[in-house]
Every structure is written in structure tokens, then in C-alpha cells.
């Protein structure tokens, strides 16, 4: 019998994402962690005193906790080698043609002045550690809405509101990474959208991380009023260079009463990130968090968005799709706390891995005592491309309350020989069969992008159609 | 002999660690100072004490000897040119792909190639150990090829005592051996005041030979103030099928592990648990099943109740280990939350390193559902009271499916503690 061969599965192009520009005219503080860079980006930015102490805690912080023992390997992360403040030579613009040509090429390159024009109410962009261009159509600013630069916000009206909620959802001893990134976060956006505010097109965020060796830091804080909506999309790249780079962002997102979010995140990092970002979200009594989350790049990843439902009947919605090929180990997932009653979340995230890749799903689902009548449902599906990879299934559940319903399930294998033999008795040649069934795996998650990220996303898992996958 | 406190700690410890502030990946378990080590212990007959206190290694040293004639190891050549595709890959992914340590032990208890090093105790080696000092001498069941064994050993709760038997189990190909294991409240203790405090517990190591069949129920209906400890290890060669079935209904803590090898090709392992969490109990459970024989099955079930203030938590692992083609792994968990106080966790995680496989876990955490409270409320019983049958319901399936008398004893009188009446009810039923 002629030996089956495998289907192939393309690894992700990412010769859009591949160029970098030579970062000579950055300026750059030394690589490590002192307590004198720390004062540095503090001064560079002429933060207010609070932030400075803020900063200088969280370094503590940091020294005083080790890395997590359960997640992958970081042991390639020298941060000793880690520049953590690269500030590209521009300030921020609100004028695209002012940012300097060769920035300008690499978002003109990955699409965003496009995205703008096309679809979008506003476009943050971040090169590095700073950010570097950001605008907001008229009518979103007519509204009320505060799109800018987090730093920026630090400064007017609304510093206030940020001091108040700066890092609280987050605070620097969560982990290790929340304090590194409590001690040297530059950068971000800042968004506001006044109480009865729903915002029809989306809000944009683009991070990248152009210099070598060096960490991205960014803060994003978004507050969305009692009744208000918005959608925001994430969206990161990095050209891939032959050390270490280090992504440790950070997110928070309050929402309000009846308030609406929903939060998009593409990550295609280069091979050689280590992305270590933390998200988290409060929703208030019926507020609602929609997170639709895509990881395909990056060396390491561990990236686990977590609800938190503090309001009588708060929901929140999980769909999420990680794609780990050869070198990658991706440890993605979310967390969800049932902290009022009535509350409901669901999740449901689907993982390949092929051609030696790792790939973890991981969760927390904790009912507190007050979660009295919530739900939660956690679906979770992974599909093995090959032998050699690898797809682990670890989710938690802790539940304090008697009237919760909480449900789990996962499943992990191959396609399935019956699956295909049923399409291919109706007529559809094998290949196609195969196509539509790794298609259709993928297809709960595609539905939810934007168009052009399903776009991106269905490239990003192309089939070449070859024998048999198995 | 009365001994000092002893701390086992990393016990149950699940292969595959996750975020510590969960307080799951593993446990601790705290022997009190001044217990004796007495072993209360009977020992059914006929079981056939032929059986050497070594038995269960050489036969495991057998075991590996036919298996390494089917998985040579690899030629000098070949293990270069893997060193040099390491290589390769390393030089190729920045520094190649960077495992979590739980990843980095699995090959490495992988590569060791040796039976003994992949044998694992449920509730850890050192809770073993400890149990094993505390049980002296071992229980050896064999049953020859092709022969039939039962056995039955009960283990009483004596206050001030730990109480331990170490069991061997070693069916020979094509045998059958049927282990009740009972441990049950000290007649004479019962309802003393204060509590009395003790520890019991069993560690059993399974050899099952090709095409062997085991079947080991383990019905624990200790009173309150009890600490029980049930640790076991299988291995399963080709066509070896293991069932164990283990019933939890009472003490104060319970710390129950089981680790399976089922590295024979076809070769099976079901689990079926019931447990009952009342009053402040603590149960703690751990299973790991290790799939390496292609075609292997294992199913885990675990259904119970936690009422009261009872706490629970479940690690459930299904390794499915490159090679193991075509094996299947599932597990399922009910639990019914029926008080507010109850505390229920669970971690059913599936590992996974071969694609020609098929894994699946689910797991329903809840309440009474609304139309089964409707139907038995609509027929005059108070919502508690319905929640009371099911607390109710799960002592008598125990006794009902009790292997022998031994094992139902324990469970009606342990039914009667909790709910005067129960024992003539039941007689009146059956």
C-alpha cells in the first residue's frame, strides 16, 4: 500500500510582516532593568510624581517575584539584554504625511492609512515605544469619544480618571511581567466613551516592534461608559531578527452598565517574541465583554484575557483561535470570574499545531459565593496537524456557589477519516473535503473578524492540498 | 510505636501544573504527631499468597524485557541524525521550541525507556513511601495464567492509629482477579466522643499481564475525624483491561490518587468514582492515565455530591504519548452542588503528543435542574428535602452495588450515622 501522505499546511506567510528599517536614528536607553532607566522614562516623559513612584514600586515588585513555573520556557529572555525604552526619532502626529517615511512605509505596508479611509473612526499607531500617529474622524470626537495616546491623556482633563484606574485591574504583583511592565510601560492608547455613546465603526490600535533586541510596553485603558458601545481592534507585528525580542504589554477595559464592548486582537508577532501580554476586563451590572482573539505569531506566548463579571447579570464572550507551527509555543486561553448573580460568560476556542509547534489551551472559570444563578459554558477543540506537535487541554474550574450551572468540554484529534468519507460519498473530491473541514474548524472564529483580518486569517491556514492529513 | 507529625507535601500533584493562586495543582497532606502504627487489617482467603514481596518489580522487569524486543531503541546512527534535525531546528526557531517544564519531564521519563521510571503512584512516591512503612508487610495477589482470584481486604479505622495496607497485585496473562478493598469505621470506635482522630489508607500496585483482566472496587465508610489515603499505580500490558471502581462516602479527608500505564497495545483502563462530600469534608482526588499502547482506551468517570460545606478537587490527566495510534482517551465529571457552603474543583486536562487520536472530557457542575425540583416538589417534598434524597440516594447506590457484604455493611452503617432510619429503609427496599 502506497504510504498516505499528509496534507501540507503552510506556515503563516509573514514576508508582509518581515522588513525592518534600521533603527540608528532611535534613541534608545541602555539595555536591563535599573531603577535609574526606570527614572529615565519617567523623566523622558515628564510624568507626574505618582507615576514615577508607581514605576519604581513596580520594579521592586519585579526583583521580589519569580517567573511562573507552569508556562513555557523563558529562559532565551535575557532582560539584562532587553532594551526597554526605543524612542523612534518623531513626536506623535495627528497628520499622516508629517510621520517620518520610513515609519510611515511600514504602516502604508501593513495596511492601516488603508483601514482607516476604509472602515475605521479612528487609528492609533505605535513604533516601538512610542506612539507615533493618532486620529479620530470628527464625527467620533463630536460625540464625546477621547481617542489618544495614553501618555498624552496623563496630562489633561482625565488624568484624574486614569490615576484612579491605572493598573487596578492589573496591579504589578499579578505576575512577574504585570510589574515589569508597571515599571518601564511606555506608550498606548486611551480611549473614553461618554455614558449613551455607541460608536458604529471601529477603533484601531497598531503596535510595532521595529528595533532589535528591544521590549514593547504599551498601556492601553479603555473606559466605556453605562450605556455606551465600541469596538476596538488590536493589531501587532514585528520583523523577525535573530535575538530576543519581549512584548509585555498591557490592558484594561472598564465597561459600564448596559455598556457594549468588544475587543478584536490579531497577534502575528515575529518567531523570535516573546509575548507576554496581560488583558484583563470589569463589567459592570449588564455590561458585556466580547473578546475575539487570534495568536499566530510569536516564539513564546502566554496571553489569558480575563472577565471579570462584577455586575448582576454581566456577560462575557471568549472566541479564540491559536495557530502554533514549528518553533512556537503558545500558551493562550482566558480567565473568567462569576462575581454577581445572574452572570454568564461562554468560550469557545479552537487550536491547531503542526510541524513540531505547541499548543496549549488554558482557563480559569471561578463562581464566587455571589454568583448566585450564572453560567458558564467553555468549549474548546484542538486539532493535530501532525505527530510531532503538540496540543495540551488545561482548564480550571473553582466554584463557590450552589446555584451555578457551569459546563466543559474539549476534544483533541486528527481529522477524521469518517468525516471525510461522508463528504467525499457526496461527491466532493478528497482535497476539497479535507479543505472544508479545517475551514470549517477555523470558521467560528473567521466569522467573528473583520473582514480583513478573516481574510488574513483564512491565508494564514491555507491548505495545500496533498493525500491525506494523518 | 507512636510517631511524630509528618507533612506530605506535593502530594496528587497533577502532571501538567497550572496558575498557582487556583490552589489545584497539588495538595498537602498532614499526619498528626502521637498516632501509632498499628495496622488493622484482614485479609480474605483463599488469595494466593505464593506471591513474593518482589513480585510486582519482576514482573515488571519482565515487562520490559519483551518491550524493548518490540521498541528497540535506537541505533547510534539514528539518534545522530536526530541530534542533527535538534540542531537544525534549534538553529532554525531560536533555539527551538521552548517547552514547559511538565513537557521537558514527559520526554525525559519518555527517553529513560524504562517501565519502573513511568510507573507512578497517584498520590506521589512519598506518600507511598509513607503508607508502605506504615502497612509493614505486603498483600501479594497473584493469580497464574488463565486462573481466576478473588480477595477482599478490609481495613479498619482505629482511633489513634495509622492503619495501612500495602497491596500487590499481579495477574499473570490471560488471568482474572476481583480485589475488594473495604475500609470501614472501627465497630467498637463508632460514635465516640470527641472525634477520634486516625489515618487509613491502601497503596496498590497493579501488574496486569497480557490480556488480564483486574477489577478492584474500593469502598471508603469511615467516620468523621478519619483521614483516608488511596493511592494506586496501574500498569496494563496488550489486551490487559483494569476496572476500578471506587466509592467515597465518608471521613474528614480524603486524598485519593491513581496513576495508569496502559502501555500494551489495546490495552484498557475505565475508572468509575462516586463520592459524597458532607458536612466539612475534604476529598482530593488525582487521576493521571498515560496512554501508550496504540489502541488503548481509558475512561475516567467521577459523579458525586457535595453538600454541607464539603470541598472537593479533581485533576483528571489522559497523556496520549507519540505512538499511541488510535488510542482513545475520555473523561466526564458530574457533580450536584446541593448547599452554599460547598466548594467544588475540577481539572480535567487532556495532554497530547500524537494526532492519531481521539481525547475528550466534559464536565456538569450544578444544581438540582429545574424540572427535576419541579417534578419532586410538585409531589410534596420541600426543596430540601428533595436535595436530601439525592445526598440520600448516592449512600444507597453504594450499598446496592456494594461487591460483597463487608463493603455494604460499611455503607448502611455509615448511611445510618448520616440519616437515622436508613438502615431498616434500606433493608425494606432491598
Known amino acids: ?470 | 510505636m507512636q510517631t511524630s507529625a509528618v507533612t506530605i507535601g506535593r502530594a496528587s500533584a497533577m502532571p501538567a501544573p497550572t496558575w498557582h493562586f487556583l490552589n489545584m495543582n497539588d495538595t498537602v497532606i498532614e499526619v498528626p504527631a502521637g498516632l501509632a502504627i498499628s495496622p488493622s487489617v484482614k485479609v480474605s482467603e483463599p488469595y494466593s499468597a505464593k506471591g513474593a514481596a518482589d513480585e510486582f518489580e519482576n514482573a515488571l522487569a519482565d515487562a520490559q524485557e519483551a518491550w524493548e524486543q518490540d521498541h528497540p531503541a535506537p541505533t547510534a546512527e539514528e539518534l545522530a541524525t536526530r541530534e542533527e534535525f535538534l540542531a537544525a531546528e534549534a538553529d532554525a526557531t531560536y533555539g527551538g521550541t521552548a517547552q514547559s517544564a511538565y513537557q521537558v519531564v514527559a520526554d525525559a521519563i519518555e527517553e529513560s525507556r524504562s517501565l519502573a521510571v513511568a510507573f507512578e503512584h497517584g498520590v506521589g512516591d512519598e506518600a507511598a513511601a509513607y503508607l508502605r512503612y506504615a502497612a509493614g508487610e505486603r498483600v501479594v495477589v497473584q493469580a497464574d495464567p488463565g486462573k481466576q482470584v478473588d480477595a477482599q481486604v478490609v481495613v479498619a479505622a482505629v482511633p489513634g492509629t495509622v492503619s495501612a495496607a500495602a497491596i500487590d497485585v499481579i495477574a499473570d496473562a490471560g488471568s482474572s482477579v476481583n480485589l475488594s478493598i473495604v475500609v470501614e469505621a472501627d465497630a467498637d470506635a463508632s460514635g465516640q466522643a470527641p472525634q477520634p482522630e486516625g489515618i487509613t489508607g491502601t497503596t496498590v500496585r497493579v501488574f496486569a499481564d497480557d490480556g488480564a483482566q483486574v477489577s478492584i472496587t474500593r469502598t471508603q465508610a469511615l467516620d468523621e475525624g478519619f483521614t483516608d489515603i488511596d493511592d494506586t499505580g496501574l500498569f496494563a500490558a496488550d489486551d490487559a483491561r483494569i476496572d476500578v471502581r471506587q466509592t467515597i462516602l465518608g471521613g474528614s479527608a480524603t486524598f485519593t490518587g491513581l496513576a495508569g500505564d496502559l502501555r500494551g497495545d489495546s490495552s484498557r483502563i475505565d475508572v468509575d468514582t462516586r463520592y459524597l462530600g458532607h458536612s466539612d469534608r475534604k476529598l482530593d482526588l488525582n487521576y493521571s492515565l498515560r496512554h501508550h499502547g496504540p489502541k488503548s482506551r481509558c475512561n475516567l468517570q467521577a459523579n458525586g455530591v457535595l453538600a454541607g460545606r464539603a470541598s472537593k478537587t479533581l485533576r483528571g490527566t489522559i497523556d496520549l504519548v507519540r505512538g499511541c495510534k488510535g488510542a482513545e482517551g475520555a473523561e466526564n465529571e458530574t457533580v450536584l452542588l446541593v448547599d452554599e457552603g460547598v466548594h467544588n474543583k475540577t481539572v480535567p486536562v487532556i495532554l497530547c503528543n500524537e494526532d492519531d487520536v481521539a481525547g475528550n472530557h466534559g464536565a456538569t457542575i450544578g444544581h438540582i435542574r429545574d424540572e427535576q425540583l419541579f417534578y419532586l416538589t410538585s409531589r410534596g417534598l420541600s426543596q430540601e428535602a428533595a436535595e436530601r434524597m439525592f445526598v440520600a440516594a448516592i449512600v444507597e447506590q453504594a450499598a446496592i452495588d456494594a461487591p460483597d457484604e463487608a463493603a455494604k455493611d460499611a455503607v448502611v452503617r455509615l448511611g445510618e450515622r448520616l440519616a437515622p432510619g436508613f438502615a431498616e429503609l434500606f433493608e425494606e427496599g432491598v
Not at chain 1, 36 to 64: A, C, F, Q, T
Not at chain 1, 114 to 138: C, I, K, P, T
Not at chain 1, 297 to 303: A, N, R, T
Request: net charge negative; hydrophobic share 35%.
Open chain 1, 1 to 470: 500500500m502506497a504510504e498516505k501522505k499528509r496534507t501540507q499546511v503552510d506556515d503563516i506567510d509573514r514576508s508582509m510582516y518581515d522588513f525592518r528599517y534600521d533603527d540608528a536614528d532611535a534613541e534608545k536607553l541602555d539595555a536591563g532593568l535599573t531603577p535609574d532607566i526606570v527614572r529615565e522614562i519617567s523623566e523622558r516623559k515628564g510624568e507626574p510624581e505618582w507615576m514615577l513612584e508607581h514605576r519604581l514600586k513596580s520594579l521592586e515588585v519585579y526583583n521580589s517575584i519569580d517567573m511562573s513555573d507552569w508556562g513555557p520556557s523563558i529562559d532565551g529572555l535575557d532582560m539584562d539584554n532587553i532594551v526597554t525604552y526605543v524612542k523612534p526619532p518623531t513626536e506623535q502626529k495627528s497628520d499622516w504625511e508629517s510621520v517620518p517615511d520610513n515609519i510611515k512605509d511600514t504602516f502604508d505596508r501593513l495596511g492601516i492609512p488603508q483601514a482607516e479611509r476604509s472602515y475605521l473612526a479612528g487609528v492609533g499607531a505605535q513604533y516601538d515605544s512610542e506612539l507615533v500617529y493618532h486620529s479620530m474622524q470628527e464625527s467620533a470626537a463630536k460625540m464625546g469619544i477621547v481617542y489618544s495616546g495614553i501618555e498624552e491623556a496623563l496630562h489633561g482633563e482625565y488624568a484624574e480618571l486614569i490615576r484612579s484606574k491605572f493598573m487596578t485591574l492589573i496591579p504589578p504583583t499579578d505576575h512577574k511581567f504585570a510589574a515589569l511592565h508597571g515599571a518601564v510601560w511606555s506608550g498606548g492608547s486611551f480611549v473614553y466613551v461618554p455614558r449613551g455613546v455607541r460608536l458604529d465603526y471601529p477603533l484601531q490600535s497598531y503596535f510595532r516592534l521595529n528595533a532589535k533586541g528591544a521590549g514593547q510596553f504599551e498601556h492601553t485603558l479603555i473606559i466605556v461608559e453605562d450605556d455606551a458601545d465600541l469596538h476596538f481592534i488590536e493589531g501587532c507585528s514585528a520583523p523577525k531578527y535573530n535575538v530576543a525580542n519581549l512584548h509585555a504589554g498591557a490592558v484594561e477595559l472598564f465597561v459600564g452598565k448596559r455598556a457594549h464592548l468588544r475587543y478584536s486582537t490579531i497577534e502575528n508577532w515575529s518567531k523570535n517574541m516573546y509575548n507576554l501580554n496581560t488583558k484583563r476586563c470589569r463589567c459592570e451590572e449588564e455590561g458585556e465583554i466580547e473578546w475575539i482573539s487570534g495568536s499566530f505569531g510569536s516564539h513564546v506566548g502566554y496571553l489569558y484575557p480575563m472577565s471579570i463579571l462584577a455586575g448582576r447579570k454581566a456577560r462575557a464572550s471568549f472566541t479564540g483561535i491559536t495557530f502554533a507551527g514549528r518553533g512556537q509555543n503558545l500558551d493562550t486561553g482566558c480567565k473568567v470570574v462569576l462575581a454577581a448573580p445572574g452572570t454568564s460568560a461562554s468560550v469557545e476556542t479552537k487550536g491547531i499545531s503542526k510541524d513540531g509547534g505547541i499548543q496549549t489551551f488554558r482557563s480559569s472559570v471561578v463562581a464566587t459565593p455571589a454568583a448566585n444563578g450564572s453560567r458558564c459554558t467553555v468549549s474548546c477543540q484542538s486539532l493535530m496537524l501532525d505527530d510531532r506537535s503538540r496540543s495540551d487541554t488545561i482548564p480550571a474550574m473553582d466554584i463557590r456557589c450552589k446555584n451555578v450551572d457551569i459546563g466543559h468540554e474539549a476534544t483533541i484529534g486528527r481529522i477524521g477519516d469518517d468525516k471525510v468519507f461522508y463528504l467525499m460519498s457526496r461527491g466532493v473530491s478528497e482535497e476539497e473535503a479535507k479543505a472544508m473541514i479545517v475551514n470549517g474548524f477555523a470558521e467560528p472564529i473567521s466569522k467573528e473578524l473583520p473582514l480583513e483580518y478573516a481574510v488574513e486569517m483564512n491565508n494564514l491556514i491555507k491548505l495545500e492540498m496533498e493525500g491525506a492529513i494523518g
